[in-house]
């Protein structure tokens, strides 16, 4: 699975972005996908998963405020970020995993930055 991620920018706070994150290579429906991010001096977290049925999952600082989406059809993975806050600046990325036979296949995307300022 190839992941390219796109959308990033500068936001003022209170402002919207919209990432994207579109995949090839493989049979894009049978894997979960998941955002993280990853600001300077800190540990990278997951922000967003969004299951092969579905099912959603946020890090509670951006509940309310995030949406994870997928577009199976289009192969894309998205994330809708509103009120967008200084803290929220990172880079971004996209992942795609797999779980057979109990061993877990990851396939990741380059980042992309998001900064929120002033």
């Known amino acids: 699975v190839q992941l390219q991620a796109s959308g990033g920018g500068l936001v003022q706070p209170g402002g919207s972005l919209r990432l994207s994150c579109a995949a090839s290579?493989?049979?894009?429906?049978?894997?979960?996908l998941n955002w993280y991010r990853q600001a300077p001096g800190k540990q990278r977290e997951m922000v967003a998963d969004?299951?092969?049925?579905?099912?959603?999952s946020y890090v509670d600082s951006v509940k309310g405020r995030f949406t994870i989406s997928r577009d199976n059809a289009r192969s894309t993975v998205y994330l809708q970020m509103n009120n967008l806050k200084p803290e929220d600046t990172a880079v971004y990325s996209c992942?795609?995993?797999?779980?057979?036979?109990?061993?877990?296949?990851?396939?990741w995307g380059q980042g992309t930055q998001v900064t929120v300022s002033s």
């Open positions: 969004i299951i092969t049925g579905g099912s959603t």
């Open positions: 992942n795609a995993y797999r779980i057979t036979n109990s061993k877990r296949y990851d396939y």
């Open positions: 290579g493989s049979i894009f429906r049978f894997y979960n």
